[in-house]
């Protein structure tokens, strides 16, 4: 299977079920409070959407460790996917963060 058929699935994947936790977590939070349930999802997503912009790939944790990783004379880590992932930072922000994003201000318009 092609690199780009694994990358593209993997950030559908994760577009999912960052969808269906955005709207169970915006569904208790009207139950509990009232309000408008559209306008309080397309919040929910462009939070999120940002959230996964910014940590996911992991850029805060590499940050933190620079110092202990100089001090030990070792280089800085590399930016793949690893793991079995496929996609980087650029990927997900790309295929999942703004996705949330568009959706979000959709919802909210």
Do not use: N
């Not at 699935?9 to 955005?22: D, G, N």
């Not at 915006?26 to 349930?37: L, T």
């Amino acid at each position: 299977m092609s690199t780009v058929v694994r990358g593209l699935r993997e950030a559908l994947v994760l577009f999912v079920i960052a969808v269906v936790v955005i709207a169970v977590a915006v569904g208790v939070w009207v139950a509990i409070s009232g309000g408008d349930f559209v306008h309080r999802l397309g919040v929910a997503f462009l939070l999120v959407g940002g959230l996964i912009g910014m940590t996911g790939d992991l850029t805060l944790s590499r940050i933190g460790m620079l110092p202990a990783r100089s001090t030990f004379g070792l280089a800085p880590e590399r930016a793949d996917g690893g793991g079995g992932r496929v996609l980087t930072g650029i990927g997900i922000f790309l295929f999942v963060s703004i996705p949330l994003f568009v959706v979000g201000i959709l919802l909210i318009t």
